[in-house]
């Protein structure tokens, strides 16, 4: 299906585990973005890419790992998974010539 | 740093009502978004807005972009049950490639 998908939508870990978190987008677009939401908060960015094989750091990375071999996949991994990492986490693309992000649906990470 | 302030918070009205969401910040932006976002979703673009002093409209809901630049406001006429949903505001991080910044929400709640 075309558009941006995620996978899981829900996941429960326990703390220290490794988590990945996978994102698909059919567009080819350049950006790809990773946020959490929290209660109060609101939407923080966690790491983004410019490209494939170009990634940065957004407000929040500590403890978040992400890579971007191909342009269509985001992964973003919790290496070792903390109950604050807890949250709504999700993906968003967008392409060089739009400024609106294009979002998935998002994954609930509960860690225990 | 950039920052958006959205307000209100917390809205909650009967069905057929106006009300207008505010979004403020001290920082020239080159352009606004709003996003809505419904519960056990992603955000999706609303509409995007360039020029200061810009007015669209989308339906019952009115866009307007502050002639500064600095400020946007979302007005919804005649609400219905199925406007429910978070209301989210929206910058481009000057230099900063596709990064967003993003407002605090508006959580809008319809009665019928």
């Known amino acids: 299906d075309a558009g941006i998908t995620q996978s899981p939508r829900y996941k429960i870990t326990e703390t220290g585990r490794q988590v990945t978190l996978m994102c698909h987008q059919t567009?080819?677009?350049?950006?790809m973005f990773w946020y959490r939401q929290d209660l109060g908060h609101g939407l923080r960015l966690i790491y983004y890419?410019?490209?494939?094989?170009?990634?940065d750091k957004g407000e929040v990375p500590d403890g978040y790992v992400v890579s971007r071999s191909k342009t269509e996949n985001f992964p973003l991994t919790l290496e070792s998974a903390t109950r604050s990492q807890t949250s709504v986490y999700f993906c968003a693309s967008s392409d060089l010539t739009s400024v609106g992000q294009f979002f998935g649906p998002g994954t609930r990470l509960t860690v225990l | 740093t950039q920052l958006l302030e959205q307000s209100p918070q917390f809205l909650s009205i009967q069905e057929g009502e106006n009300l207008t969401v505010y979004c403020n910040s001290s920082s020239v932006f080159s352009s606004l978004q709003w996003y809505r976002q419904e519960p056990g979703e992603g955000p999706v673009l609303l509409v995007t807005?360039?020029?200061?002093?810009e007015v669209k409209k989308l339906k019952r809901l009115t866009f307007q972009f502050g002639d500064a630049r600095k400020d946007s406001s979302l007005h919804i006429t005649a609400a219905q049950p199925g406007d429910t949903g978070l209301y989210l505001c929206?910058?481009?991080?000057?230099?900063?490639?596709?990064?967003?910044?993003f407002g605090q929400g508006t959580e809008l709640s319809v009665k019928p």
């Open positions: 807005v360039v020029t200061g002093g």
């Open positions: 567009w080819s677009h350049s950006y």
């Open positions: 890419s410019a490209a494939a094989d170009i990634t």
């Open positions: 929206a910058g481009p991080i000057y230099n900063q490639g596709g990064k967003l910044i």
